[in-house]
């Protein structure tokens, strides 16, 4: 009889060890479960804050053009103006001092 007592108090033993493996695997899943949650937030957030950025980029494209536009179509009279004064030299030097 000795040798089913020790058989019962083991399947015992390995039935206690499951349960307890079994509530260590239930507390992981529930980590990981609110972890995908708090990443998927996460995730929805940086796309929400990118695409806001796109829309801005889009949004101020049309005004970079015209300075753009602006700019280019300054710059050679500017330039003729400066020369034309004597003070490009002026200009550049504070421009670029080292030079």
Known sequence: ???????????????????SLAGDVHCTREELSQRMEQLTMRMVESIQEMAAFMRLQS???????????????LSPSVGDGLRASGLADGVAST???ND
Do not use: V, W
């Open 59 to 73: 949004d101020l494209r049309p005004r970079l053009e015209k300075c753009e536009e602006t700019i280019a179509s």
């Open 95 to 97: 421009i670029h001092p």
């Open 1 to 19: 009889m000795k040798s089913t007592d020790e058989t019962i108090e083991l399947l015992r033993g390995i039935r206690t060890d499951i349960q």
